[in-house]
Nanobody
Framework: QVQVEEAGGGLVQPGGSLNLSCLVS????????IGWFRQAPGKEREGICS????????YYVDSVKGRFTISRDNAKNTVYLQMNSLKPEDTAVYYC?????????????????WGQGTQVTVSA
């Protein structure tokens, strides 16, 4: 059974940084993908970046490109989302999701397994 667990959210001032983690367990091969999403109050869930675990390819939407970076620790089956230069508009619940395959996508419908979400609040 595939399980996904995020951690690392919190309260940070504008311009600050946070590092979210996504622990994925249950896959029997390395051909799977990670997507990071966020949902602000009253808004639809938004895909912000995608990571192909098997070959390390990444994709970022324009709103986070240059500020957010995905990395991984294979030994820990964990993918990280380093978020720098945070802005108040980055405030949202952040979700990690995964699905088998070798592709990049920020469409929620492409992902089969989701974590419970972690709150990120950017405020002075």
């Amino acid at each position: 059974q595939v399980q996904v667990e995020e951690a690392g959210g919190g309260l940070v001032q504008p311009g600050g940084s946070l590092n979210l983690s996504c622990l994925v367990s249950g896959f029997t091969s390395h051909y799977y993908n990670i997507g990071w999403f966020r949902q602000a109050p009253g808004k639809e869930r938004e895909g912000i970046c995608s990571f192909s675990v098997s070959d390390g390819r990444t994709y970022y939407v324009d709103s986070v490109k240059g500020r957010f970076t995905i990395s991984r620790d294979n030994a820990k089956n964990t993918v990280y989302l380093q978020m720098n230069s945070l802005k108040p508009e980055d405030t949202a619940v952040y979700y990690c999701a995964t699905a088998p395959g070798k592709w990049l996508s920020v469409l929620p419908v492409m992902y089969d397994y989701w974590g419970q979400g972690t709150q990120v609040t950017v405020s002075a």
